[in-house]
Each structure stands twice: as structure tokens, then as C-alpha cells.
């Protein structure tokens, strides 16, 4: 199956594939324990400046990606005020795949977010307050009793997220550039593809890909959400 794949699409071509692959499931992995606080913070919490944490969390969906590319650049480069502190300790994003993960993670944050935060506040409270009249923690409250009835919005917003990441251009490209077999992902081996001459063949397939794994990754999603509901509601 893989010689099949690598012999239509070729190695630089199957190369971004796998780097896209790999570099949305990074950043939705690495973001998904920040993304379900952060959804219950915004669905359950009041606290100063809940707006505005609301607002930074959904901007990466109207700010330019390109402006979200440069902001991780000057925050998170080498020579940037993050980037310095973080090389010293061997951490470097910039011009890496792990600079590609990060932007990816940022731009798909929004996605992940929303979804999760609209399953907690689907989740009576009353349940919860029920939990916690019993004696129990809030973090087991949390863990044996909103996590198991969220979990269809949990999957929902992973991988809507993952598909986000791997379709993410702007941002990564500017933070990471494009450099194959290290950041070359594939919208930005499609770009470098339509930049070359007799090249558009070899996008076409790119794109083909791409909508392949953008349909499977939402067709999923929903049929992982049902599966997650009808267990939930038959427990």
C-alpha cells in the first residue's frame, strides 16, 4: 500500500504527506490538554479578563496567518524574546518541524476550543453540583462525570483541529519557511509545485490527497461524536 502510494505521489511528494500527518497529529495531541481547560475555564469559570481570554483564543481565526506566522517569529525565533531562552535549553521551533507543529497547533486552537466548550456547556451543572454535594473533588467531579458526557465534543474538536493542522499554510510558512524533508508540508509543497514549471500535475495529486484526508478526518469526527453520544446515553 505505501509502494503504491509513494510510486503515484513520488518521495518529495509522499514526504510532505507524511511530515503533514505527523505534524497535525503533534499539535493536536500537545494541544489538547490546554484546549479542554481552556474550554472549561471559558464555560464554567467567572474571573477578570474572561473576554479577553476569549478573544486571544479565537483570534488566530480572523488574524491574517501570515501576521500569526510573524508574531511566532519574532516570539519564538532564534533571536526572538522565547526563542533565546528556549535554545539555551535545546528547544528550537523556528525552521524546524517542530515550528510547523506549533504553528499548526496555534491556527487549529480556535477549532478544538469551540467545539469542546460548547459539549461542556451542553452538560447540566446540576449533574456536577450532584457530584460534588457527595463529597467528590472537583477534579474527579471532572473526570468521572463531565469528561465521560464531553467526549463526542472532545473528538469532535480533535479532529477538527488535526484536519486544520494539516491544511495549515500562511502561519507555517512564514514562521518555518519551506524547506523539504524538514518543514515542507503539503499546502506548501503544492505552493512550490504551482511556482515551477510543469509542476501542476504533481499539486493536482497534492490536492486530491489533502481532500481525501479533509473528508475522512470530518467523516470521522462525525461518526466518532454519534458512536461516543449513544454509549454515553445508554450508560
Known amino acids: 500500500m505505501t509502494d503504491a502510494v509513494t510510486s503515484w505521489l513520488g518521495p518529495t511528494e509522499w514526504q510532505a504527506v507524511r511530515l503533514s500527518l505527523w505534524v497535525g497529529l503533534v499539535a493536536t495531541l500537545v494541544s489538547l490538554p490546554l484546549g479542554i481547560l481552556t474550554a472549561y475555564a471559558l464555560a464554567r469559570w467567572s474571573f477578570p479578563g474572561k473576554q479577553i481570554l476569549n478573544g486571544i483564543v479565537h483570534l488566530p481565526l480572523i488574524l491574517p496567518p501570515v501576521v500569526t506566522g510573524y508574531l511566532l517569529l519574532v516570539t519564538f525565533g532564534r533571536r526572538g ?47 456536577e453540583a450532584a457530584a460534588g454535594t457527595l463529597g467528590a473533588s472537583p477534579a474527579w467531579v471532572f473526570a468521572t462525570v463531565t469528561l465521560p458526557l464531553i467526549l463526542p465534543g472532545v473528538l469532535a474538536g480533535s479532529i477538527l483541529a488535526f484536519a486544520k493542522a494539516i491544511g495549515e499554510f500562511g502561519a507555517t510558512i512564514t514562521f518555518v519557511s519551506n524547506i523539504p524533508g524538514q518543514t515542507q508540508t503539503v499546502p506548501s509543497a503544492i505552493y512550490a509545485l504551482l511556482q515551477a514549471p510543469g509542476g501542476e500535475a504533481a499539486a493536482g495529486r497534492l490536492v486530491l490527497v489533502s481532500i481525501t484526508i479533509a473528508m475522512t478526518a470530518l467523516l470521522l469526527s462525525e461518526v466518532l461524536a454519534r458512536r461516543v453520544a449513544r454509549r454515553v446515553a445508554g450508560a
Not at 87 to 92: K, N
Not at 102 to 126: K, N, Y
Open 81 to 127: 524574546s522565547v526563542g533565546q531562552w528556549l535554545e539555551t535549553v535545546g528547544i528550537i521551533f523556528s525552521f524546524r518541524w517542530t515550528g510547523a507543529a506549533l504553528a499548526a497547533a496555534i491556527m487549529a486552537f480556535p477549532l478544538m476550543v469551540r467545539a469542546i466548550r460548547l459539549a461542556i456547556e451542553a452538560v447540566d451543572p446540576r449533574l
